[in-house]
């Protein structure tokens, strides 16, 4: 047993959440197979959302918040990982319903951690953490789709987010023209900075626009935002285009009609980065790690 922080969400009478830090012990973690000494974890969109206390994404409070983590085996009764072990652990339930790593422990059952790839140790790792990771897993979606950097323009939405600006990052680096999306004017110099060739203004795409098609622009898309700034994305599409569809901050639905689909044959692609079997986890995590190294890096 071991006495560790915590970042802690506790509901107050009133309904509204406290969030804190506080001493808890790995005694009060649940009994899974690997106990995990915390060394980084990454914030995230889905925190901030537990944070809040949004039921969608954790039922029961009080509740350690993080869904990501990195750090070292402490004890392990799977034979898969033994103390010592830099290890990986993002999605699945944890910082969900399950203690989270924005903490100095987790325990976790043995099929959620993967051992840290070739290129990336606990630290580097939660550098790109879980947006990192669903950057990469949308980037692997558009290639599979044929989404090569001669085809043209990729849009990414959400651009100084975090899974939109390491998006940015990740396709300049394999080489793509990206034109970055933003609503902050005042970011465009590092979305540049990052390897975006051109910024646009988020209002671009953000509204609803009744026509069934626009100009067609993109070859592709890694799209953040869902709700009419997706439905404009697919209507901007050139012909066998895709968008990698990950997240909802705008809103989680659109109005879209089947043209773009049947006269351009455009791909909406979904990208889930939480209940993925770990093999695609480790996969997106291996190409993060071995990608061509920058002066930036
Ligand atoms: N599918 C998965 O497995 C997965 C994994 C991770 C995250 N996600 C989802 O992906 C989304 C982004 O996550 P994140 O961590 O990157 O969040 P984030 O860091 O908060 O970034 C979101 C970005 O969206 C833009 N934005 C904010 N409000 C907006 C609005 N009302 N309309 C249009 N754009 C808006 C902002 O960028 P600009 O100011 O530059 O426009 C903001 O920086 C979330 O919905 C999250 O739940 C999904």
């Known amino acids: 047993m071991a006495s560790y922080k915590a970042f802690y969400i506790q509901p107050n009478d009133d309904g509204s959440f406290k969030r804190s830090i506080v001493q808890r012990d790995t005694s009060d973690l649940p009994p899974n197979e690997v106990l995990i000494k915390v060394q980084y974890s990454s914030l995230n969109f889905k925190d901030a959302m537990s944070a809040h206390g ?8 009080p509740h350690q918040g ?13 034979g898969e990982f033994k103390p ?13 319903n399950t203690a989270g ?66 998006a940015v990052a990740l396709l300049a680096n394999a080489g793509y023209t990206v034109v970055a999306s933003s609503g902050k004017a005042e ?4 979305l540049k900075s990052i390897g975006a060739s051109s910024v646009i203004d988020r209002a671009e795409f953000g509204e609803f626009n009744k026509r069934p098609m ?12 869902g709700g009419d700034t997706l439905g404009n994305v697919i209507k901007s599409l050139k012909a066998g285009g895709s968008v990698a ?4 901050v705008q809103s989680p639905s659109f109005e879209a009609t089947v043209l773009p689909f049947i006269l351009r044959g455009v791909n909406l692609l979904g990208v889930d980065s939480v209940e993925i079997p770990l093999v695609r986890k480790t996969g997106g995590l291996e190409a993060i790690g071995t990608r061509r190294q920058t002066a930036r890096d």
């Open 214 to 225: 626009l100009k067609a622009r993109f070859a592709g898309a890694v799209d953040v935002v």
């Open 245 to 248: 569809c990950c997240g909802l």
């Open 54 to 61: 949004n039921k969608g994404v954790t039922r029961e409070f």
């Open 101 to 166: 790593g924005l903490a100095q422990y987790i325990r976790v059952p043995a099929a959620w951690v993967l051992h840290c790839p070739r290129g990336l140790n606990p630290k580097r790792s939660m550098l790109f953490g879980t947006a990192g990771l669903t950057a990469q897993l949308c980037i692997n979606k558009l290639q599979r789709m044929g989404v090569t950097p001669e085809k043209g323009e990729i849009l990414v939405t959400g651009a100084t987010g975090g899974v939109g600006s390491i």
């Open 66 to 78: 993080g869904i990501d983590a990195a750090g070292e085996v402490e004890e392990s009764s799977s």
């Open 84 to 96: 010592g072990d830099r290890v990986i652990v993002t999605g699945y339930d944890l910082g969900m």
């Open 187 to 190: 970011q465009a110099d590092m």
